[in-house]
């Protein structure tokens, strides 16, 4: 196939190659965008780490602790201990000035222990 002289740019080699540039520019971009996803953030020990020394992870564990307490004993019931356990999220949101990351847990997870109603 012959070509003209004077041909558009778009197709030359040079406006192909100028698109894989950005092709790969784009994909850089995005993996190091996703990293911590893509990649971890470093590890569990560094995670659990960080969560014993967030005040809001250490007051809702021992409520918690204490709400499970409560079903083995029998004195309250799955449904009770789900509500109660929302209530303690509450508590140790209002306690620690909202430490802890967004409602919910950080990164939108609910804290450990913190079972959802179902």
Known sequence: MAQAANGAFIDRP???ALAALV??????????YERDRLFGSG???????GAANDPFALC???RAAQI???VKDKVVS???AADFKGRAEAMCRAQTKGAGGPPGGAGGRPPPGFTPLR
Request: glycine letters at 14%; proline letters at 0%; aromatic letters at 14%.
């Open 78 to 80: 799955a449904a009770q």
């Open 43 to 49: 590890g569990a020990a560094e995670g659990q780490a």
């Open 14 to 16: 040079a406006a192909r």
């Open 23 to 32: 092709f790969v520019g784009a994909a850089a971009f995005l993996g190091y």
């Open 68 to 70: 499970d307490q409560m």
């Open 60 to 62: 809702f564990a021992e």
